[in-house]
C-alpha cells in the first residue's frame, strides 16, 4: 500500500489562536510532571503538535518518551495525584481543554474526543458484555431506548467487521479473541461519533497478521468518517503505511515533526535517523542490525543541552551545553537538532 | 472447549473452508451451547452446582428460610403456651426436645425463633456490607485525604472491643424502654453493623483500588462516563466478590453473636424470642435438663455451620485462585 493522501502537509504552522479555523486539535507547550517518590519527573517538557479533520498524525517514540503522557492529558484522564500539568494548552476546536469546567469535558469525551486503548482486554469491563458496554454510552448521553441501543451496537460491530455480530453483543470480553477485542473497543470508541481519534498503540498487543488488519481498519474509519487521528506508536512500520504526518518524540519533546514521506526518505535529526537505521531491512541481510547506543535518559534527571546528545553519533560540544530550538525545514517540518540543515542536506 | 457435535458438523461439509468455531454460526436445531455467553457468575453457578457441600448447605438454609417464613406448617403447638406442670419434661413422643422451665414446649420454640436469629444475620450483613461498600468505595476510587479520613474513622470502630462494644451500645438503646419484637431486632442489627463495617470497607476499598488502577475505568472515564457512574456501574460489579464471600460467613457469625449478645442479657428478649435467648434461659439448669441447652444450641450450629460452608463453596467458585 501506498502512502496515503498528503492532505496535512500544506497547512502546518501558522493556525494559531482564531478559533472559526482553528484545527481540530492544537497541542501547545504542554508540560507535565509526576511528582514521584524520587523526586519530580519531568515527562513532557514542551509538547507541540496539532490534528486536522481527516487527517492523521503518527506520535513515534521509545518507551518512557511521554508519547501517551500526552494523549492521556488531551483526555483529561491522568492520574492527577502523580501528575501535574504545569503550564500549556490543548485547544480542541480553539477551546482550551486545560480551561474549561469538569462538566464540559465530560462532554467532549466520547463525542469529541475518543480513545483507543493499547490492551483491549484490560480495557474492557470484565463483568459486562460487549454489547452493553457499547449500548451504555448510547442509552445514557444519546438517551436511545435499550432496542435501538442494542441494534446500533450490533451495527458498529458489524462496521468493525466483526463476524456474527448479532450473536456477539451477547458475549463477555473474554469470549473474544486479541484482534476481536481490539475490533469491540475500536467499535466503543466510535459510538458516539468522535471528531478525534486517539489509538495509543493499538496493535502492540496484537500479532502481525492482525495488525494490519486492524490498522486498516483504523484508516478506513478515518477516511470515511473524516476524523482526526492520532496514532500513538513506537513501531515504524506501521507508520509509514497510514500517517500524513509524524511527530517523533524524545524525552517529553518533539524533536522532529514532518510529513511521513519526507522523515523516511530524509529524516531530519539524528534520532530519527538512528531509528530508521535500526530497522530491519530485507536488502541489507546478511549485515548486523545497528542499533541506538544507551539508553533513553531517566526523567528524573535529563541530560543538558540536547537531550538526544549522550547517544547521538553526531554530538559535539555545543550540544551538551546548548538546548536546540525548532529547526524550520520548509514544508512545515521542523527538528530540534543544532545540525538539521547538514543533515537533510539543505542549507 | 470442545463439542463433538460441531466437529463432526465439520467434517460433514467435505473439505468447504470452515471458519475457526466461534465465528460458526449458531446452527439451528442444536442444543444451543456454543452461543450461551458465559459471565463470572454464570461460570460460577455452574462450578457451584457440582458441589456437594455448597448443595447441602443450600438445601440447610433453603430449608431454615420456609421455617422462618412459615412456622406454623411445622408445628401446630403455640409456643408461649405454658403448662407449669410439665415444666423441664424431658422429650418424649409428645414434644421431641421436651419442655421448658415454663413448660413451653421446646420444639415450637425452636421453630419460632428461627425466623429472629434469621432476621438478625440476614439484615445485620446486609447493613454491613451496604455501609462498609460504600464507604469503603468512596475511600477506594477518590483516594487522597478522604481515604485516609474514612480508613482513620474505620479503624477507630475497629478498634472497639466487639463484645463491649456491644453491650455499651445495646445498654444505651435499652433504657428507651422500645419492646416490640422488630424494634428489638433493629437494636441488635444497628450495633452488629456499627462494629463490623470496616472489615467489609477495607475489603471493598481494597477492591476497589485495584480496580480504579485497570484500564477499563480509564477507558470508561476516557468514553465520558461521569465519577458516579464509574463507582456504582463499573467498579462496583467487579469489587463485589470478596464482600460477597465475607458477608455469607459474616451472616452465619452475626447469628451466633446475637446468640452472644442475648446469653449476656443484652440481646433480643421476649417477644423476639431467638435461639439464643432460649439458651439463655437454660443458663441455669444445664445440669439438670440439658435438653433445654442442646436443641437450640444444636440447631444453632448447624445453622451457622450452613452459611460457613455456603461461604466456603462461593469463595471457591468465585476466587479459583484461592483453592
Known sequence: ?347 | MTDPTIATQQADAGGAYVTALEHAEPTTGQPGRPGKPRSLWSDAWRDLRRRPLFIIAVVVILFLTVVALFPQWFTSVDPNHRDLTRSRQPPSGDAWFGYDVQGQDIYARVVYGTRWSLLVGVAGSLLTVLIGGTIGLLAGYFGGWLDGLLSRVGEVFSGLPFVLGGIVILNAFRSTGVDSALALVGMVVLALALLTWPISMRIIRSAAISAKQQDYVKAARALGASPWRIIFRHMLPNCLAPVLVYATILLGSFIAIEATLSFLGIGLRDPAVSWGVMISDSRNYIRVAPHLLLFPAGILTLTVLAFVMLGDAVRDALDPKLR
Do not use: W
Open chain 1, 1 to 347: 500500500m501506498a502512502v496515503q493522501s498528503m492532505s496535512g502537509t500544506g497547512d502546518l504552522g501558522e493556525g494559531t489562536g482564531v478559533v472559526p479555523d482553528a484545527p481540530l486539535l492544537e497541542v501547545e507547550d504542554l508540560f507535565v510532571e509526576f511528582h514521584t517518590r524520587d523526586g519530580v519527573a519531568k515527562v513532557l517538557n514542551g509538547v507541540s503538535y496539532h490534528v486536522d479533520a481527516g487527517e492523521t498524525l503518527a506520535v513515534l517514540g521509545e518507551s518512557g518518551s511521554g508519547k501517551s503522557v500526552t494523549a492521556q492529558a488531551i483526555m483529561g484522564i491522568l492520574d492527577v495525584p502523580p501528575a501535574v500539568v504545569r503550564s500549556g494548552a490543548i485547544r480542541f476546536r480553539g477551546e482550551d481543554l486545560l480551561k474549561v469546567s469538569d462538566g464540559r469535558r465530560t462532554e467532549l469525551r466520547g463525542q469529541g474526543l475518543a480513545m483507543v486503548f493499547q490492551d483491549a482486554l484490560s480495557a474492557l469491563n470484565p463483568v459486562f458484555t460487549v454489547g452493553f458496554q457499547i449500548e451504555e454510552q448510547l442509552r445514557v448521553r444519546l438517551g436511545m431506548s435499550r432496542k435501538d441501543a442494542r441494534k446500533r451496537a450490533v451495527e458498529l460491530l458489524d462496521l468493525v467487521r466483526i463476524p456474527n455480530a448479532a450473536r456477539r453483543v451477547r458475549q463477555y470480553p473474554h469470549e473474544f479473541s486479541g484482534g476481536m477485542r481490539q475490533r469491540a473497543m475500536i467499535a466503543m470508541s466510535l459510538a458516539l461519533d468522535p471528531e478525534l481519534l486517539i489509538a495509543d498503540e493499538p496493535t502492540t498487543a496484537l500479532d502481525v497478521t492482525v495488525q494490519a488488519q486492524i490498522m486498516d481498519l483504523l484508516k478506513e474509519l478515518q477516511v470515511e468518517r473524516k476524523m482526526g487521528l492520532i496514532l500513538i506508536t513506537h513501531d515504524l512500520g506501521v507508520v509509514a503505511e497510514v500517517a500524513d504526518r509524524i511527530a517523533v518524540m524524545y524525552a517529553g519533546k518533539i524533536v522532529e515533526h514532518a510529513d511521513a514521506v519526507s522523515l523516511y526518505r530524509n529524516p531530519g535529526h539524528p534520532y530519527t535517523a538512528a531509528l530508521l537505521e535500526s530497522l530491519p531491512r530485507l536488502d541489507l541481510k546478511g549485515t548486523e542490525l545497528k542499533t541506538i547506543r544507551g539508553l533513553p535518559p531517566s526523567l528524573l534527571a535529563i541530560p543538558p543541552g540536547c537531550p538526544f546528545h549522550p547517544r547521538c553519533p553526531m554530538a559535539e560540544d555545543r550540544c551538551r551545553t546548548e538546548v536546540p530550538g525548532d529547526h524550520r525545514l520548509g514544508l512545515g517540518r521542523t527538528s530540534k537538532c543544532h545540525f538539521a540543515e547538514e543533515l537533510v542536506g539543505r542549507v
